[in-house]
């Protein structure tokens, strides 16, 4: 492959596609609110802690492997190891679960509708996109670990 079409070429930086949803939530917030029931904080906050489990865990991974969290860069290792033998998309699992967890802190029902869609929107225009760039660069090996660590668990 050729550096410059060595990437997934995701359709946008996923932080960026979590933050567009979240933003669209308090958008449609502030201009209709839809409430959530007040133990939704604590269900929230709890989400939170847990979204801080696998991100970091699989950045260090990635990091100590030698290839590069960043979609819009080459993947220089197929890491399977770690966070990455429980689930194929541990940071967006960690997005995720923050961004759930944001919604049911501030008792943002549009939020969660958000969300949602940002998770369609990550697994066609990101994930999808990432697993044929994976599968295109490393073939078998990458066959192999799809099929025994699934998407998200």
Do not use: C
């Not at 997934?8 to 933003?23: D, H």
């Amino acid at each position: 492959m050729t550096a410059k079409r060595d990437t997934a070429r995701v359709i946008a930086p996923p932080p960026l596609v979590y933050a567009a949803g979240l933003l669209v939530g308090w958008l449609l917030n502030r201009l209709l609110p839809v409430a959530l029931p007040e133990w939704a904080r604590m269900v929230g906050f709890a989400l939170s802690l847990l979204s801080l489990i696998p991100g970091p865990w699989a950045l260090l991974s990635m990091i100590l492997s030698g290839t590069n969290p960043e979609p819009s860069h080459p993947t220089t290792a197929l890491v399977t190891t770690g966070i990455f033998a429980i689930t194929r998309n541990p940071i967006y699992l960690s997005f995720t679960l923050f961004s759930f967890g944001l919604a049911l802190i501030t008792q943002n029902g549009w939020m969660l509708v958000t969300v949602a869609l940002t998770l369609i929107v990550v697994h066609y225009g990101i994930i999808l996109r990432e697993e044929r760039y994976l599968e295109r660069k490393f073939g078998d090996a990458y066959r192999a670990y799809r099929s025994r660590v699934g998407r998200w668990f």
